[in-house]
């Protein structure tokens, strides 16, 4: 981590909203690994890490399954390394049709909220 900024996992969780729990499950199945650690053992993260658990906490709403982030950050690596062959693409755009796909329904499950909402509140 050559003289790159680092932050412990308690601070990387206060800046994401997520709990030292799921950071370190992130951790245990891969999708997130810290990029170093102290002498002590303690977890370290860089801004680069910050970045990617904000992708992968964007993803989480849509349903993806860690299976899913998994396969979708594996294809974000190889593209932003230019490695983005047909294959590639295709996976790439079958996660944004994917994508387009689930916000869809939240935004329809959204509505039928607001909905009964307003019949609460009429009530």
Known sequence: MSGD?????GELAERTGLSLRTIRH?????LLKP???SE???RLYTESDFDRLMLIRRMKPLGFSLEEMSELLKIIDARRAGHADGTIAAS???FVDETVSR??????????ADEFLELLRQN
């Open 5 to 9: 900024a680092t932050m412990h996992i």
């Open 26 to 30: 992130y951790d245990e199945t891969g």
């Open 35 to 37: 990029s170093g650690r």
């Open 40 to 42: 002590g053992g303690f």
């Open 92 to 94: 790439y755009q079958h």
């Open 103 to 112: 916000r869809a329904k939240l935004e329809q499950q959204l509505a039928m």
